[in-house]
């Protein structure tokens, strides 16, 4: 594994980001990784890049993507600087903390939670909802108590920082899902590596393990200061995360509801299937949004990131600013930025 701080140092100093092929997503991302260079694991934005470390000390020692993907999507959970994933994260309107997550298979498994109080790894009770019920999703008080019959702890998540932007925002109580709304709210935590002065957005992870089987994560306290009940993308299989052992996985980030209304993630397995190059797939997913409602087009930020069986990867995103770290035996902390579409 690369030094965090010397990675830090040459990007900053590879002004041409050449150095670590950091690339724009409005310029095609050659497919990089051949089968022989699994196994391999894809986060969204730069907070990807801690969760990775920890879900490649499960990958590189032989083990399953599904562990993977949990240990790394516990990352940002746990961060108590992270105000878009987790026990951290910004409340709804009314002051609850509600987290969403889902998880998913190489055999097609899948669970999440969604709109779930004081739980702070909303990503593992998912896993456990597809492990030991019969069902899907677990939503709301129900989530909460299968938590703790399960042996999880509950805890009141809302923090001092939290509560206070949530105070902030209350005196205009404007609800506008604006792009990385957190950003706004985030006082930059000294000595922390760049990925960790933003507070973007869902994590999304895909792993593909040794044996080449795929699975996927995606865990976010959703929409700061949305409507108290209101579900995102982000537990919704095939909305916020979608995996096919036959083709890849896909996850999202951004304005749910768009990408609900597109059923964005299986959308871009889907055109995986039919040839596309995860890329290519994520650009096409990404422009069914625009063609609807280009009307929003500018004002909403959603991406999505892909990986197919054989480990290459690709993502697209409707607004600048997107970002997704790559972990594999070669490319181990790689941040790719990415430009806006327009
Ligand atoms: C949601 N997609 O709840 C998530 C949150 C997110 O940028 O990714 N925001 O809609």
């Given amino acids: 594994m690369l030094d965090r701080r010397k990675f830090i140092l040459t990007t900053s100093l590879a002004a041409t980001g050449a150095a670590l092929n950091l690339r724009s997503l409005a310029a095609p991302i050659a497919a990089p990784a051949p089968s022989s260079q699994l196994p391999i694991i894809i986060s969204t934005w730069d907070f990807g890049v801690a969760a990775n470390q920890a879900a490649w000390k499960v990958l590189s020692t032989g083990g399953r993507a599904l562990d993977a993907v949990e240990a790394g999507a516990r990352v940002p959970e746990a961060d108590p600087n992270n105000h878009s994933v987790g026990a951290a ?26 709109g779930m109080e004081y739980i702070d790894h909303p990503i593992s009770v998912a896993r456990m909802v597809m492990e030991k019920t019969p069902h899907v999703l677990l939503v709301g008080d129900g989530a909460t108590q299968f938590a703790v ?49 933003y507070n973007h957005d869902t994590i999304g992870m895909l792993a593909v393990d040794a044996a080449g089987n795929i699975s996927g994560a995606c865990t976010t306290s959703g929409m700061a200061f949305k409507l108290h009940g209101r579900v995102g993308d982000s537990p919704i299989i095939g909305a916020g995360l979608f995996v096919d052992n036959e083709v890849g996985g896909a996850t999202s980030t951004g304005v749910g509801e768009e990408v609900i ?36 087009a500018k004002t909403i930020q959603v991406g999505f990131l892909a990986i197919n069986k054989k480990g290459e990867y690709g993502a697209y995103a409707l607004q600048k600013g997107f970002s997704y770290a790559v972990c594999n035996a070669q490319k181990q902390d790689l941040i790719i930025k990415g430009k806006s579409i327009y």
């Fill in 261 to 296: 209304r597109n059923v964005g993630s299986f959308l871009v397995v889907e055109l995986m299937r039919q040839g596309m190059k995860p890329e290519d797939a994520c650009r096409e997913a990404v422009n069914r949004i625009v063609k609807k409602k280009p009307e929003i």
């Fill in 89 to 114: 994260g910004y409340p709804d309107r009314d002051g609850h903390v509600t987290l969403d997550a889902c998880i998913m298979d190489e055999k097609g498994n899948c669970g999440g939670v969604a």
């Fill in 149 to 197: 019959a399960n042996g999880f702890t509950k805890k009141q998540l809302l923090t001092p920082d939290s509560e206070k932007a949530w105070k902030e925002w209350l005196k205009t109580s404007k609800y506008q899902p604006e792009m990385n709304i957190e950003n706004k709210h985030f006082t930059p935590v000294p000595n922390k590596m760049p990925g960790n002065q």
